[in-house]
């Protein structure tokens, strides 16, 4: 009956831990094993009898009567008066089967078989849950905040894993609470010691594309294919799709009626604005497309140096850079191209003035830092408001306004 209860008290496991009655046993089997070969030096001579269905178990020891005074090993070996002992017709050379109580193996052995048997069944736990979540890497999943710390939210799932959700892994936006529910993709699973630590993310361009997948039929379907995705995490993303059916407009269904469909998952993203476009192999038209809104007049491409040169109109320069330059560094990424806007400009030559004729009084870091969002003359900065080039340059006001007072008096001249 002790190996009975001891069994029932080690099942309690097999609700917490969601193992298998049948691994349960066979793992039980092995801890009780090593018990016995640290007990007798050899578990070779042993039978344990396991019923998984009743759950109950039986060590018996095998030994071999010998005569008195000539046991050389008591572990596989019985005197003829201890075997007469269990079964008075023993005789020498026969085979004795003992069972074996777990008293025999002592408090402390009983507490080590216990303590090893949670380390094995913890073990077994890791082992499956790292192929279970190995096996859905780059899957959208869901689970509920657990806790919030400075550098990760620690969610918990249905089934109590517990997943890690880095900061820099979280959209900007991002507030999470208590209790709440987050959506991201299972981005790694890494083994730490013995213990798999499972890492979400929020910001990959993979969540995005998956997120396409589960909230437009067609999609998941197979009947538009998401090409490509680029993103700046919570400000902007651009998404080249395509179809084999001419018949379906890829953009047209993908943003849906007003936006319909795409509502969903710009809401999912922190307000992240969203471009959708139609993939070709034209490389010109695909540049083209992809610096929308502004509409381009022309593009020279250099494939040698994977470069092209894109002439705009002036008042398309600042819809082609983006607030931040965001629009043209996604239409690059999208394309693979290094895109360099070229003004063609509409004003006669004496009316503006290159900003680089400015560099004796103006640092070449602060011309370059306007350059950057397609800024390359005085008028183009004077056309602009402070704190919008405060906000998209990484110049101080006091910068900006000195940068100004320079190019006004130019032209007060």
């Given at each position: 009956?002790?190996?009975l209860?001891?069994?029932?008290?080690?099942?309690?496991?097999?609700?917490?831990?969601?193992?298998?009655?049948?691994?349960?046993?066979?793992?039980?089997?092995?801890?009780?094993?090593?018990?016995?070969?640290?007990?007798?030096?050899?578990?070779d001579?042993?039978?344990?009898?396991?019923?998984?269905?009743?759950?109950?178990?039986?060590?018996?020891?095998?030994?071999?009567?010998?005569?008195?005074?000539?046991?050389?090993?008591?572990?596989?070996?019985?005197?003829?008066?201890?075997?007469?002992?269990?079964?008075?017709?023993?005789?020498?050379?026969?085979?004795?089967?003992?069972?074996?109580?777990?008293?025999?193996?002592?408090?402390?052995?009983i507490?080590?078989?216990?303590?090893?048997?949670?380390?094995?069944?913890?073990?077994?736990?890791?082992?499956?849950?790292?192929?279970?979540?190995?096996?859905?890497?780059?899957?959208?999943?869901?689970?509920?905040?657990?806790?919030?710390?400075?550098?990760?939210?620690?969610?918990?799932?249905?089934?109590?894993?517990?997943?890690?959700?880095?900061?820099?892994?979280?959209?900007?936006?991002?507030?999470f609470?208590?209790?709440?529910?987050?959506?991201?993709?299972?981005?790694?699973?890494?083994?730490?010691?013995?213990?798999?630590?499972?890492?979400?993310?929020?910001?990959?361009?993979?969540?995005?594309?998956?997120?396409f997948?589960?909230?437009?039929?067609?999609?998941?379907?197979?009947?538009i294919?998401?090409?490509?995705?680029?993103?700046?995490?919570?400000?902007?993303?651009?998404?080249?799709?395509?179809?084999?059916?001419?018949?379906?407009?890829?953009?047209?269904?993908?943003?849906?009626?007003?936006?319909?469909r795409?509502?969903?998952?710009?809401?999912?993203?922190?307000?992240?604005?969203?471009?959708v476009?139609?993939?070709?192999?034209?490389?010109?038209?695909?540049?083209?497309?992809?610096?929308?809104?502004?509409?381009?007049?022309?593009?020279?491409?250099?494939?040698?140096?994977?470069?092209?040169?894109?002439?705009?109109?002036?008042?398309?320069?600042?819809?082609?850079?983006?607030?931040?330059?965001?629009?043209?560094?996604l239409?690059?990424?999208?394309?693979?191209?290094?895109?360099?806007?070229?003004?063609?400009?509409?004003?006669?030559?004496?009316?503006?003035?290159?900003?680089?004729?400015?560099?004796?009084?103006?640092?070449?870091?602060?011309?370059?830092?306007?350059?950057?969002?397609?800024?390359?003359?005085?008028?183009?900065?004077?056309?602009?408001?402070?704190?919008?080039?405060?906000?998209?340059?990484?110049l101080?006001?006091?910068?900006?306004?000195?940068?100004?007072?320079?190019?006004k008096?130019?032209?007060?001249?």
């Open positions: 009956m002790e190996n209860a001891l069994i029932d008290s080690f099942s309690e496991f097999k609700d917490d831990k969601l193992i298998d009655r049948v691994t349960l046993m066979a793992i039980l089997e092995d801890v009780f094993r090593n018990a016995l070969k640290k007990k007798y030096g050899s578990d001579n042993f039978d344990i009898i396991i019923n998984p269905d009743k759950g109950d178990m039986e060590i018996w020891r095998n030994r071999v009567v010998v005569a008195d005074g000539e046991v050389e090993d008591p572990n596989q070996e019985i005197s003829l008066s201890e075997a007469r002992k269990i079964e008075p017709d023993f005789e020498v050379g026969e085979d004795v089967s003992e069972e074996v109580k777990l008293i025999q193996l002592g408090r402390r052995a507490l080590a078989l216990r303590q090893n048997l949670i380390s094995k069944i913890h073990e077994h736990d890791n082992t499956n849950l790292y192929k279970q979540f190995k096996d859905i890497v780059g899957d959208i999943y869901t689970a509920e905040v657990h806790h919030v710390r400075p550098k990760a939210v620690i969610l918990v799932d249905d089934e109590g894993n517990e997943i890690v959700l880095p900061k820099e892994k979280q959209i900007p936006s991002d507030f609470r208590k209790g709440d529910n987050v959506r991201g993709i299972i981005e790694s699973v890494e083994l730490k010691g013995n213990k798999p630590q499972i890492i979400m993310s929020r910001t990959s361009e993979l969540f995005l594309e998956k997120l997948e589960q909230e437009i039929p067609e999609v998941f379907d197979g009947l294919m998401v090409k490509k995705v680029v993103r700046i995490p919570g400000e902007k993303a651009k998404v080249a799709v395509d179809s084999y059916d001419d018949r379906i407009d890829p953009v047209g269904a993908c943003v849906g009626m007003k936006g319909s795409i509502h969903g998952i710009v809401r999912e993203l922190g307000n992240e604005n969203i471009d476009i139609n993939y070709t192999t034209n490389t010109q038209l695909y540049i083209s497309r992809a610096l929308s809104p502004a509409k381009v007049s022309s593009i020279k491409i250099d494939e040698a140096n994977n470069r092209a040169e894109v002439f705009l109109k002036l008042e398309e320069v600042s819809k082609a850079i983006g607030r931040g330059g965001h629009n043209i560094k239409a690059g990424l999208l394309t693979g191209y290094e895109l360099d806007v070229i003004r063609e400009g509409t004003l006669a030559e004496d009316e503006d003035v290159e900003l680089t004729e400015f560099s004796d009084e103006i640092e070449a870091w602060i011309i370059a830092e306007f350059a950057k969002i397609g800024l390359d003359t005085a008028r183009s900065i004077l056309n602009q408001d402070v704190q919008d080039l405060v906000r998209r340059t990484d101080e006001e006091e910068t900006v306004l000195e940068v100004m007072r320079i190019l008096e130019e032209f007060e001249d």
